[in-house]
């Protein structure tokens, strides 16, 4: 198990590294550090204005040891802010040296450890249960009870499952005045089993990483295989579990401590998708702000800091940190609480509430194909004397998708878009419809919807769709998507789906069309069957098949 433990590290580890990895005055290399820590080894930063200690136990209340490692300014002459670290999913104490020397740096203690079930701490991987919150208060004594810190200035901060960790501990204990959770969930149930539909590499993922480097508790891989093979009967003690673990349903006790709430979140994390984190952001009443960026689970929060390179979330959290903290008037201070990055722009736009007050809901109606036109997106209902259908067939996936999971939405951080061609998709195991070229550009910030007229052919179907941007030449850029699965529905039964694709910030050029695209399959996605089955969208006077997107 050691052997694959190294080789599974080593592996992730060449996926971070690259030439461009820069070394620090002292010589140490943020890359480095990073993969030693994938290897449970400490390589930290050094300077004159702090010291560290990376020989830390803090026992648990159920007596599991938890690693922990701090960074103490030197000359402290009264009591000082400090931050709690929490790792992410399958890393540990290590993870944030690169942080933690900055900040120690700007004169805070910075105390990171290893929940438990990770890195070299006991026990066994709670996922962000009762026991790591419960673990989490117990760190802020060990903190307070053993360091020059002000208790009225502490922070805590994570990435992903210390994301998560950070806002539910901090609902638990307000001694926590400021929170920084980037890659964050809101929902854990609407993460794994959003519109009843498994997000299948990402559960994989999860519980392979969690196995491998961690000390998996075995009812994550039990509810995780309940999800996955839509065992209907467990799905509530699924969602039930879940729900504990969800900082959405504990908005109430955050507004209630007055905890001021960072959030960084990526438009193709696939993993938690932003809506239900979105809804929940909406729902806080203390100070909030949120950046929303491309990329995909925690790729704008890791990357760029390991290669040395700047990144939004990061300087957002120095800034949200020194706001709260130590009083600082920091830029973020004064700034609207919505950041959202148009996608392939350099432009960001700030909002004050989400959905936008300012925007406008433009609904498109579809209309059937034909054999000699393709479905179109009109302003008008479709009308007719008589019902039309179109088919398509389940047994194969199509050029309409979110392609490679992970890699393709890394790229879109760097700035290369999904493409797909719309003219060459396959018209009989998916379907698309268009709108008029477009006369003046189309500013897309939200939430699109869609609401679909269909009749199922068998009794287990998926869904997903996909909004795309359309030049002349009829190639497609993805611009959101969106899935759902009906795993047990009426075959023959006509019936509506509604549901909302990913949120997102695009503009569309004057001169494109905007396309909105269905099949069956999606990489992301675990489908419900391998039966070949078809699904007829239906269209008629009282029954609309519509697109609804929210623009500026």
Excluded: C
Excluded at 5 to 13: D, P
Excluded at 27 to 47: C, D, E, K, R, W
Excluded at 431 to 436: A, E, L, M, P, Q
Excluded at 526 to 535: A, E, L
């Amino acid at each position: 198990m050691k052997l694959i433990k190294t080789i599974l590290t080593a592996s992730i580890a060449a996926s971070v590294l690259v030439p461009a990895a820069q070394a620090n005055n002292d010589g140490y290399i943020p890359a480095l550090s990073f993969v030693a820590g994938l290897l449970n080894q400490g390589i930290f930063p050094t300077s004159d204005a702090y010291t560290t200690n990376d020989d830390i136990i803090v026992e648990a209340n159920d007596g599991v040891d938890l690693a922990a490692n701090v960074f103490v300014p030197n000359d402290l002459s009264e009591p000082a802010p400090a931050i709690i670290f929490v790792n992410s999913w399958a890393l540990n104490e290590y993870e944030y040296l690169t942080q933690a020397g900055e900040l120690a740096e700007k004169g805070y203690i910075v105390f990171s450890y290893s929940t438990r079930g990770f890195g070299t701490s006991e026990g066994m991987i709670n996922t962000a249960g009762p026991k790591d919150i419960d673990d989490f208060s117990r760190v802020i004594d060990y903190l307070i009870e053993n360091y020059n810190v002000d208790p009225e200035r502490i922070g805590s901060a994570g990435v992903s499952y210390g994301s998560g960790i950070s806002l539910i501990g901090a609902a638990h204990d307000p001694r926590i005045k400021a929170v920084s959770a980037m890659s964050a969930w809101g929902s854990l149930a609407d993460s794994l089993y959003g519109n009843q539909t498994p997000r299948l590499v990402w559960g994989e993922l999860l519980t392979l990483s969690g196995n491998l480097l961690g000390n998996l508790d075995p009812i994550v891989e039990q509810h995780w295989s309940n999800i996955k093979n839509q065992n209907l009967s467990e799905i509530p003690a699924v969602m039930e579990w879940a729900g504990v673990r969800s900082p959405s349903n504990y908005v109430d006790e955050l507004n209630t401590n007055g905890t001021a709430v960072y959030i960084a979140k990526a438009y193709g994390d696939n993993l938690f998708q932003p809506n239900s984190l979105m809804s929940m952001f909406e729902q806080l009443t203390g100070p909030k702000h949120i950046d929303l960026v491309s990329g995909t689970h925690a790729s704008a929060d890791l990357l760029p800091p390991v290669i040395g390179a700047e990144a939004l979330p990061w300087t957002s959290t120095y800034q949200w940190f020194d706001h709260h903290l130590k009083g600082d008037n920091t830029p973020i201070a004064s700034a609207k609480p919505i950041t959202m990055k148009v996608k392939f722009e350099d432009q960001y736009d700030s909002f004050d509430h989400f959905p936008i007050e300012d925007s406008s809901t433009e609904t498109f109606y579809l209309h059937p194909r034909s054999a000699f036109d393709d479905g179109d997106m009109e302003s008008y209902p479709y009308w007719s004397f008589f019902g039309r259908d179109n088919t398509i067939n389940a047994w194969a996936g199509t050029l309409f998708s979110t392609q490679i999971p992970l890699l393709s939405q890394i790229l879109e951080q760097l700035e290369v878009p999904i493409l797909a061609s719309i003219p060459a998709a396959s018209d009989i195991r998916s379907i698309h419809w268009k709108s008029s070229w477009l006369s003046e550009e189309m500013q897309i910030r939200g939430n699109p919807s869609v609401s679909l007229q269909i009749q199922p052919k068998h009794d287990e179907i998926q869904l997903v769709a996909y909004l795309y941007d359309m030049n002349a030449l009829g190639v497609g850029k993805l611009i959101t998507h969106g899935a759902i699965t009906l795993p047990d529905t009426n075959s023959g039964e006509k019936i509506s789906v509604d549901f909302d694709l990913v949120t997102t910030a695009y503009d569309v050029p004057a001169g494109h069309r905007l396309v909105l695209a269905v099949d069956t399959k999606d990489p992301q996605y675990q489908s419900p069957t391998g039966v070949d089955y078809f699904v007829d969208f239906e269209y008629s006077s009282n029954k609309q098949s519509t697109l609804k997107v929210p623009t500026l």
